[in-house]
């Protein structure tokens, strides 16, 4: 089989492949890589590069984990997951990425594709109106310091307190929509001056609101699926993949600049500087856990205030509060965040 790298790559199973730590100098655990066949062979060279490099890091534990959607990333190629030891390990915002809680959100509805394909366009158009998207694009919500802390320190939380969404929202967020130990204090004023204006906005880039539909022949476990919600039956869902924006941006550029200066006096070498890191347990370590977790509870609240805007554009479009439409949250899940 024809791989992009000169390293070898042991067969695990099927779709677990193995690069022993002989691959590279400096590797204290193999790095792994989760694909079929044909998958592995469409990934690029940074993929192999990176997950190695990952696999360097003081106090890593048992592997480095590169999932299916692996490519070249920033430090960490992209699906990249790492664990580390509390005590000797690092925290590296290479690994969580720019774009801090990056995540999923999936709203499901009662309505089917029949019902909606008559006043898609209106929906849409109405979606694009209370959604802004697009760099710098700023939302409704107006925050001055003191509530935009509350937003850092309680996530969805906060939404849900103010009125943009439903108590029972939060049993189907990562974390209930907050994560505990964050503190506005790590965070820089630029930060917070890029952030304060950007609730309920999706940004640029690969990010996106859809409206799909659900249909019987692509529900592939109907029990779990019948729990979520999901029928099937040409059931239209709306799923929103966004983040904590150019806040979030902030905090890891803020803090990838102090943690190069760190690493000089804690004797850390990496094989790429898009690696910096600081011990987690160090001072700077630990401000970065804290600032990131404050990026964290914005981009669920982020997510959560979106929610809120797709629920009144389909209740605006459709003559039913969103409660009769069944607009359900169905889970909303991370995939750019650090959890100690």
């Known amino acids: 089989m024809k791989l992009n790298t000169d390293m070898r790559v042991n067969r695990v199973t099927d779709e677990v492949w193995e690069i022993p730590v002989t691959e590279k100098a400096g590797m204290l655990v193999p790095a ?53 030891d509390t005590r000797s390990g690092i925290i590296s915002p290479g690994g969580v990425g720019y774009d801090v809680n990056c995540g999923m959100r999936l709203i499901r509805t009662d309505l089917t594709l029949e019902e909606v394909q008559p006043k898609l366009d209106r929906l849409m158009t109405e979606l694009f109106r209370r959604v802004p998207a697009g760099v710098g694009a700023a939302g409704f919500v107006r925050l001055n310091r003191d509530s935009f802390e509350g937003v850092m320190t309680r996530g969805a939380r906060w939404c849900v307190e103010e ?7 939060l ?15 790590t965070v820089s004023d630029h930060a917070v001056g890029r952030g304060i204006n950007q609730l309920g ?12 539909v659900v249909s019987s022949d692509r529900v592939f476990d109907p029990e779990t699926a019948t729990v979520l919600g999901i029928t099937g039956q040409d059931q239209v869902v709306v799923i929103v993949h966004c983040g904590s924006r150019g806040f979030g941006h ?15 006096r804690y004797g850390i070498s990496v094989k790429d500087q898009q690696l910096a890191c600081a011990p987690f347990r160090s001072p700077e370590g630990q401000d970065y856990f804290l600032a990131m977790n404050c990026a964290a509870n914005t981009a669920f609240a982020n997510r959560q205030v979106i929610t809120h805007q797709i629920r009144e554009a389909f209740a605006t479009v459709f003559g039913q509060s969103a409660e009769e439409l069944g607009m359900e949250l169905v889970y909303d899940v991370a995939h750019n965040i650090a959890q100690g």
């Not at 049993?171 to 204090?185: Q, R």
Request: aromatic share 12%; hydrophobic share 40%; proline share 5%.
């Open 250 to 264: 902030q905090v890891a550029s803020d803090y990838l600049k102090i943690f190069e200066k760190a690493m000089r």
């Open 163 to 169: 009125g943009y969404g439903w108590h029972r929202d």
């Open 32 to 84: 792994r890589i989760y694909a079929t066949p044909g998958i592995l062979q469409t990934m690029d060279r940074g993929v192999f590069d990176q997950v190695t490099n990952v696999a360097c890091l003081p106090g890593i534990a048992r592997y480095a984990l590169c999932m299916p959607d692996g490519h070249w990333g920033y430090g960490f190629p992209i699906g990249g997951v790492a664990a580390f």
């Open 171 to 185: 049993a189907h967020i990562e974390e209930g929509g907050c994560i505990a130990g964050a503190d506005p204090s």
């Open 201 to 212: 906005t999706l940004g640029s880039g690969n990010h996106y609101l859809e409206v799909q």
